[in-house]
């Protein structure tokens, strides 16, 4: 099932894609569906008539993976960390499918890092390998937006990878989903820059999981961004960037200059 | 004006600090005052019948600033930043005044930081030196609980600042405060570890906010932590550990084996 929130006449509303024929449609739901049974309206809207949101602004944080591809680790000059390396995103971050990524002036070299990001749907800490799946809502497509100048001038990175706007999540949350191999994919104006498997990740959903929630509750609506694969590259304003993963969708996003 | 947060018999409720005659009371709100007009309840509660929560629960971040006095990025090896040095704290980690510090079986180290923090008011972004002190609702004390082992292997603070139960806040909220030059103090079981003043931060209150603002839009209900004096050290379970900032209180925290 893909659960999408979308701009309603007052707050956001969140619903289920799917299709009419050949249209793909909307099926508007009562509620959030992390937090309230699943009920239809019973309304049906065109996809394309709606504007799709960020499919979840997460309650407490993004908790993110860094360098959790072989080859990512390598271009950026670096080994494969022995534990996975956790780091923060605010979730003011966040901003949905079609939203602009503004460019800010602090930086003058802004990057792409396509992930795969995992939606939370149940409180939980100290998870075995057994429950970390239980607690998964779904799936969705993320781009990790990377100042990549203060990453390496801060140290820390909680302003290089925190901008507002630097946390695309979308187009919607995929909740029957195999991540164990599939293909991320990132354009940038329709040239492919990264093309990785999430095959290739150095820990896996569950062993990410279980090390997170070792030190971290997780909350319902968290997210938890899985590493990128190589080929991350800059973006400039006027560029078009776009996630793939197979069976998910692609998270497309315009890079503005912030004025 | 003090405002408390306390157990409620069902969800927290929040409450004005007072005196009637030489008792201390607190005077319940209707509401969150954060959100919500100042209305009284019209109760009286003894404060000593009361469990004081953590004053405010984070929609979204703590923000912290690092190696902000100069003596204490000194104790720490270094210099101090040309900026504010930025970290993310997860809302999971806030605990409030009484609340057990649970040391993890992945440290062997861990410190106490005694910190003035900031609680933000008002949605903001891009704040101007005039505009900064608007956004305040008020101060309160913190407790940067840091596993100093792990805050030097992973390189990302996110896990040595972010188990759950590593931000104490307390014991309330005082909005009539200016926090150019008062003192910090943290003791362990009575003894004096940090005696610095906020005078001595690098940049200051309204430095901060504007930097911060510059690059990530502030939620009402954020908290801001200013950074730490110079003291730091470690703890063990057992320990007691009080941070007093004058005119705004003394918060008090057991540390306690994570068993």
């Keep these: 099932m893909r659960v999408a929130r979308f701009a309603g006449d007052d707050d956001p509303r969140y619903g289920v894609v799917g299709a009419d024929g050949d249209t793909p449609i909307i099926a508007p739901l ?20 709606v504007r799709l949101l960020a499919p979840v602004i997460p309650r407490s944080k993004v908790v993110c ?4 591809y072989v080859a990512h680790a390598a271009e950026m000059g670096g080994n494969v960390p022995e534990e996975p390396l956790i780091f923060l995103k605010p979730n003011t971050s966040v901003i949905g499918p079609g939203e602009p990524i503004f460019y800010p002036k602090q ?3 802004v990057h792409f890092e396509g992930e795969l990001a995992i939606v939370i749907g149940r409180i939980c800490r ?5 429950d970390a799946p239980k607690v998964i809502y779904g799936y969705t497509v993320a781009n990790d937006v990377t100042a990549r100048d203060l990453q390496a001038k801060d140290g820390q990175w909680a302003r290089a990878k925190g901008f507002d706007t630097f946390c695309p999540l979308g187009p919607w949350i995929e909740t029957d989903f195999d991540p164990s191999d599939v293909r991320v994919r990132t354009t940038l104006n329709g040239e492919t820059k990264q093309d990785g498997r999430t095959s290739d990740m150095v820990f896996d959903v569950t062993t990410i999981l279980q090390y997170v929630t070792s030190f971290m509750t997780l909350l319902p609506g968290d997210v938890v961004l899985t590493g990128t694969p190589d080929g991350v590259g800059p973006m400039q304003a006027g560029d078009h960037v776009a996630v793939t993963i ?6 497309t996003n315009p890079v503005v200059a912030d004025d």
Tied chains: 1, 2.
């Design 126 to 130: 100290n998870l075995t390998a057994e």
């Design 246 to 251: 197979d069976g998910l969708g692609t998270l």
């Design 65 to 68: 993976v860094g360098k959790n």
């Design 30 to 49: 009562k509620g959030d569906p992390l937090y309230a049974p699943l009920e239809l309206t019973g309304e049906k809207l065109a996809l394309e008539d």
């Design 107 to 109: 930086s003058q070299d």
